[in-house]
Every structure is written in C-alpha cells, then in structure tokens.
C-alpha cells in the first residue's frame, strides 16, 4: 500500500527539541521531494519545509528557518525533521506530503503526528 | 511570504455552483502556473483536488474546476452535494522552492 506515516510527536516544553520521523512505503521515495507540512488547532495548512529527490535542494518558511532542519535517508525510506528552540505557535499537527518529481504540488498525505509545545 | 488570501467561508444549496478566490501576489500565484487546491474533511488528511491551476487528478470529480487570473486564482464546484462540505486550501509555489497556503475556506451546503 502505498502510504506515508509519521511518528516522532508530543508534549514538549518551550525551548525543547523534537525529531519527526516519516516512513514511506509502496512507492520508490527516492524518486520523489518531500515537504512538511503543519496545521494548528482548528487553523489552517502552513508550508514548513521541502527537500529535493537527492536532499541537494533544501527550503523553510520563514517562520522556522534557523530552528528547523528537514533530512532524508533514501536508504530507510524516510523523511525527518528535527525541531530545535520550539515555541508555543509551534504546536500543530505536522504532515509529511510527497510532491511528484518536478512538480509543485502534494499528491500523497499521511495521517499527521501532534506536536504540542507547552510547560 | 504572507499566507494567500482566500474567503473565510462560503455556501450554496445542493446543485447549485460556488467559486472560492484565492488571491496572492505578483511573487507567486500571479508568476507562476503552479497553483493546487486541496479539501480536508473534519479529523482527515488533506486530499488533492487540482493541481497546476486547471488540472485535475485520476479520481476527482469533474464538478471540480480550477482558474487563474492575475494574481487570483479560483476553485468552482458545480452541482454542490453533500459530501463536498469541507474545508478548502490553495497553495502557490513562491519561488526559491517555498510554497504558500491560503488561509482555507469552510464550504456549507445548506
């Protein structure tokens, strides 16, 4: 089955690091970019991060940039993203997402792991 | 990167058409073909709807339509039913391989 799940979430306090974890199955992951994607309680979807097929191309959305570094290992099929310095508005549901070679848009969705920022 | 600027909400009874905007800059959805709408159903994950501003994946219903112009960009949804009451995202590509969100737009069907 072609699928992505995340894992890695939960309470953190203010300050505090937390590394997520997206494992990808039923599809060559190395063949395609893969991005972050986070929603906050009751809000809406906020782009956080991309990484090419190879991980040569790396992006953030402003509001991470500096504390958040996304990596993959095409070896383990899988996605990361290591949160450092997490603040409240952190808190979301982060999604991983997979975008076709090339393309600019998310055809693949997993199911989300919480990420509650608090003391 | 402001996030794109789409209507809180709209409506409109069963068979009936709606539009939802989605307006951005001339930095990204008025620069770039590479707009992408996605529903999310309560507790659900967000599904992709259309992609590259008109086109549409395997599966999704020809009642969902997709259009640009400028800076604007828009979903339509003919022949409303039931089950396409959702919450509705746009996304651009902003250039330097960033990506920018509407803010979503919450469809009733009355």
């Known amino acids: 089955e072609v699928q992505l799940v995340e894992s890695g979430g939960g309470l953190v306090q203010p300050g505090g690091s937390l590394r997520l974890s997206c494992a990808a199955s039923?599809?060559?992951?190395?063949?395609?970019?893969m991005n972050w994607v986070r929603q906050a309680p009751g809000k809406g979807l906020e782009w956080v991060s991309y990484?090419?097929?190879?991980?040569?191309?790396?992006s953030y959305a402003d509001s991470v940039k500096g504390r958040f570094t996304i990596s993959r290992d095409n070896a383990k099929n899988s996605l990361y993203l290591q949160m450092n310095s997490l603040r409240a508005e952190d808190t979301a549901v982060y999604y991983c997402?997979?975008?076709?070679?090339?393309?600019?848009?998310?055809?693949?969705w997993g199911r989300g792991t919480l990420v509650t920022v608090s003391s | 990167q402001s996030a794109l600027t789409q209507p809180a909400s709209v409506s409109g009874s069963p068979g009936q058409s709606i539009t939802i905007s989605c307006t951005g800059t001339?930095?990204?959805?008025?620069?770039?073909?590479?707009v992408s709408w996605y529903q999310q159903h309560p507790g659900k994950d967000p599904k992709l709807m259309i992609y590259?501003?008109?086109k549409r994946p395997s599966g999704v219903s020809n009642r969902f339509s997709g259009s640009k112009s400028g800076n604007t960009a828009s979903l339509t949804i003919s022949g409303l039913q039931a089950e396409d009451e959702a919450d509705y995202y746009c996304?651009?590509?902003?250039?330097?391989?960033?990506?920018?969100f509407g803010g979503g737009t919450k469809l009733t069907v009355l």
């Open positions: 997402a997979r975008a076709p070679p090339y393309y600019w848009y998310f055809d693949l």
């Open positions: 039923g599809f060559t992951f190395s063949s395609y970019e």
């Open positions: 990484i090419s097929s190879s991980g040569r191309t790396i």
């Open positions: 001339s930095s990204d959805v008025g620069s770039y073909n590479l």
């Open positions: 590259e501003v008109i």
């Open positions: 996304c651009s590509y902003a250039g330097s391989s960033t990506l920018l």
